[in-house]
């Protein structure tokens, strides 16, 4: 199994500013994945963050809006960047192991005012 | 493309009563399928997987079993209790995308006592 911090739990962010969400797994893991949670929605893919390489990321989404790096094995961060209040969710970091199942972060939940 | 739909929710029981939450998914391939369990204020946790036909995923006294034909993936339960109110999501990957998730919208479940 993978134990996977996610800092900050939770934020209340000022709208136009922007908040990195930092992910650290215990092992070391080729793909990361983020995912969006909004308000009483199912989880969305955000992008994946390969070591080494830029991330790859899902329809909708665009790199100066959520910029990851993903620096070593065990790290990555995402930022939202120039908040609004449509960007309040929860926000989950992803790892796959042995190929056979993922494992998520506690998630964080942001608001912006 | 790839997807999964689940019942709309809220689904409300007493406690000892049978629950299915109905699954489908639309995909190429053979994906594996998935349910997780979100509880209040926590994480996504998994609770079962299957990841080939016939397959018969359990935990915890829940199962689902993978059904090709139909394309479905339902789970069970044959006694709920209290604890089990949470969030429920159905999810599949493809065995070609390293294993990022596509998820149901996502079913809440209350037992009441």
């Known amino acids: 199994s993978a134990v996977i911090s996610q800092k900050p739990s939770r934020d209340i962010c000022q709208r136009g500013t922007s908040l990195t969400i930092q992910c650290q797994v215990d092992s070391q893991v080729t793909m990361m994945f983020w995912y969006r949670q909004q308000p009483g929605q199912s989880l969305t893919l955000i992008a994946t963050a390969n070591q080494g390489s830029e991330a790859t990321y899902e329809s909708g989404f665009v790199i100066d809006k959520f910029p990851i790096s993903r620096p070593n094995l065990t790290f990555s961060t995402l930022t939202v960047s120039n908040m609004s209040p449509e960007d309040s969710s929860i926000y989950l970091c992803?790892?796959?192991?042995?190929?056979?199942?993922?494992?998520f972060g506690q998630g964080t939940r942001l608001t912006v005012v | 493309g790839d997807s999964v739909t689940q019942m709309e929710g809220p689904v409300t029981l007493s406690e000892e009563a049978f629950l299915t939450i109905n699954c489908t998914y639309t995909?190429?391939?053979?994906?594996?399928l998935f349910w997780y369990v979100q509880y209040p204020g926590e994480g996504l946790q998994l609770l079962l997987k299957a990841t080939k036909a016939d397959d018969k995923g359990s935990n915890k006294g829940f199962e689902a079993t993978y059904r090709k034909e139909t394309t479905s993936f339902h789970l069970e339960k044959g006694s709920v209790q209290v604890s089990d109110s949470a969030v429920y999501f159905c999810?599949?990957?493809?065995?070609?995308?390293?294993?990022?998730?596509?998820f149901g919208s996502g079913t809440r479940l209350l037992v009441r006592p």
């Open positions: 992803s790892v796959e192991l042995g190929g056979t199942e993922a494992f």
């Open positions: 999810a599949l990957a493809r065995r070609d995308s390293s294993y990022k998730l596509i």
């Open positions: 995909a190429t391939g053979y994906p594996s």
